[in-house]
T-cell receptor, first 113, second 110 residues
Framework: DADVTQTPRNRITKTGKRIMLECSQT?????MYWYRQDPGLGLQLIYY???????NKGEISDGYSVSRQAQAKFSLSLESAIPNQTALYFC????????????FGEGSRLTVL | GQSLEQPSEVTAVEGAIVQINCTYQ??????LSWYQQHDGGAPTFLSY????GLEETGRFSSFLSRSDSYGYLLLQELQMKDSASYFC???????????FGKGTRLSVIA
C-alpha cells in the first residue's frame, strides 16, 4: 500500500459543485501539504499544515479550503468548483526537519466542466 | 517572495551527461532540493543541498553555490528512463514549505 494515499484519483464534476479531495498517510509525519500542478507551471502550494492544529495558506489558496482531521488526514475542498480549477492535485507529507524531502501521493486529477 | 528559474526543456543523447541549472531569488535560504517526475507520476525526491558543493548519489549529482544563488542537477550516463521533468525547490527559512520551480522537461534520445 502507498504511504500517501489520495482519493479520488480522478474526478469529473460540474461548475458550482462542492468537491473534496482526501489525503491519508501512514508515514507518521506531522507536516502535510496540498499542491496544484498545471502544465508548464510546476507545483503551486495551496495550503499546508505543520501539525493537527496548524493550517496555513499557500500561494494560491483562493477558492480552496482544507481540514486537518488527524495527524494522518488532510483534506482539500473546493466549495464551488470552477473550470480554471481543472488541474492535477498532489498531497505531500514531510517529517519535521525534513531536509527538503517531501513524499507525494499519486495525485488526483480533477476536471471541472 | 521567492522565484526560481530553470530551463523549460533539455534534450540529451543516451549515455551522455546533462546539467540542469536552477537560479533562485529568496529573502533567505534554507536548502535547495531536486525532484523527478515521470509523465503521469508523482514527484519523487532526488537530492538536497544545504551547503555549498557537490552531493553525489549514483548517476545523479547536485551542486549548490549560495553566493551565486545557483544550483544544478547533473545526470551522468543518461538512460532512456531518465526522460522526465525535473524540479528544483527552495525554502527561505527553516519552518516554511518548499517553493518549486516550473520544471525542466528532459528528453533522452537514442
Amino acid at each position: 500500500d502507498a504511504d500517501v494515499t489520495q482519493t479520488p484519483r480522478n474526478r469529473i464534476t460540474k461548475t458550482g459543485k462542492r468537491i473534496m479531495l482526501e489525503c491519508s498517510q501512514t508515514k507518521g509525519h506531522d507536516r502535510m501539504y496540498w499542491y496544484r500542478q498545471d502544465p508548464g507551471l510546476g507545483l503551486q502550494l495551496i495550503y499546508y499544515s505543520f501539525d493537527v492544529k496548524d493550517i496555513n495558506k499557500g500561494e494560491i489558496s483562493d477558492g480552496y479550503s482544507v481540514s486537518r482531521q488527524a495527524q494522518a488526514k488532510f483534506s482539500l475542498s473546493l466549495e464551488s468548483a470552477i473550470p480554471n480549477q481543472t488541474a492535477l492535485y498532489f498531497c505531500a507529507t514531510s517529517a519535521t526537519g525534513d531536509a527538503g524531502e517531501l513524499f507525494f501521493g499519486e495525485g488526483s486529477r480533477l476536471t471541472v466542466l | 517572495g521567492q522565484s526560481l528559474e530553470q530551463p523549460s526543456e533539455v534534450t540529451a543523447v543516451e549515455g551522455a551527461i546533462v546539467q540542469i541549472n536552477c537560479t533562485y531569488q529568496t529573502s533567505g535560504f534554507y536548502g535547495l532540493s531536486w525532484y523527478q517526475q515521470h509523465d503521469g507520476g508523482a514527484p519523487t525526491f532526488l537530492s538536497y543541498n544545504a551547503l555549498d558543493g557537490l552531493e553525489e548519489t549514483g548517476r545523479f549529482s547536485s551542486f549548490l553555490s549560495r553566493s551565486d544563488s545557483y544550483g544544478y542537477l547533473l545526470l551522468q550516463e543518461l538512460q532512456m528512463k531518465d526522460s522526465a521533468s525535473y524540479f528544483c525547490a527552495v525554502r527561505d527559512r527553516r519552518n516554511t514549505p518548499l517553493v518549486f520551480g516550473k520544471g525542466t522537461r528532459l528528453s533522452v534520445i537514442a
